[in-house]
């Protein structure tokens, strides 16, 4: 059995390539980490993502744990980049707001599905269509269509939107009512910040996520990596 089937775009040489330069730059992780695209692709996505280019690699200032680049008029492969330190080479105790105990597979796999979101959001669904990549209607369908594959039940991802809500600290309106505040609402029944930074907000938001990611536990058919 193959375990990097085609995708459906781009050329099999394309494709050939970024195993070769995979396995020989970055070793086993490099290896790995196709590995786990073909799972998340087949599981999640029904085999419709185009393949990348996954690098792993600085993110600009380091600022950010991966990022995917999908070139304007999608002619070129995304490319996804994944921060070294996923795999428990930071130094800090707390990087990107987390345990750094949590660093390793299980939190890069995971990384991995986000960033693969939005390759699908941006290949295969049209793009972007809300404020931003996050608080977008494609966005939240996919968490919650994925959410269901990985057993999660109950979910319900939703946008912001601005409503008016009362402000009891401010001065009662001559009219003795309560003024009113605009304040920002996540449209659904988790926090917005579960819904951007899913799926490993969804697991803090549950209060799973320090067991899962600490235990380096992966999908049953994602092949472990030993060796980072």
Request: positive net charge; contains cysteine; hydrophobic residues 35%.
């Amino acid at each position: 059995m193959n375990r990097y089937p085609k995708g459906r775009r781009f050329s099999g040489s394309f494709r050939d390539s970024c195993l070769v330069v995979a396995e020989n730059v970055y070793g086993q992780k490099g290896v790995w980490a196709y590995e786990s695209f073909a799972f998340i692709n087949q599981n999640y996505f029904d085999g419709r993502l185009p393949w990348p280019q996954i690098v792993w690699a600085l993110t600009e200032h380091g600022g950010c744990v991966a990022w995917a680049s999908a070139s304007h008029d999608k002619s070129k492969p995304p490319v996804i980049t994944l921060h070294p330190s996923l795999l428990r080479g930071s130094e800090k105790k707390r990087p990107w707001g987390i345990d750094a105990r949590w660093l390793g597979p299980s939190l890069a796999f995971d990384t991995l599905l986000h960033e693969c979101m939005h390759a699908h959001i941006d290949y295969n669904l049209g793009g972007q269509t809300g404020r931003t990549s996050h608080d977008c209607e494609r966005w939240t369908r996919q968490v919650n269509r994925i959410a269901k594959l990985m057993g999660f039940e109950g979910i319900h991802a939703g946008r912001t939107k601005c409503v008016r809500v009362p402000d009891r600290n401010a001065p009662r309106t001559v009219r003795g009512k309560f003024a009113t505040t605009v304040v920002r609402k996540t449209l659904g029944n988790i926090p917005f910040r579960a819904v951007a930074s899913f799926p490993q907000g969804l697991r803090e938001h549950l209060g799973l996520a320090a067991a899962y990611y600490s235990m380096q536990k992966l999908p049953d058919g994602v092949p472990r990596l030993t060796d980072y």
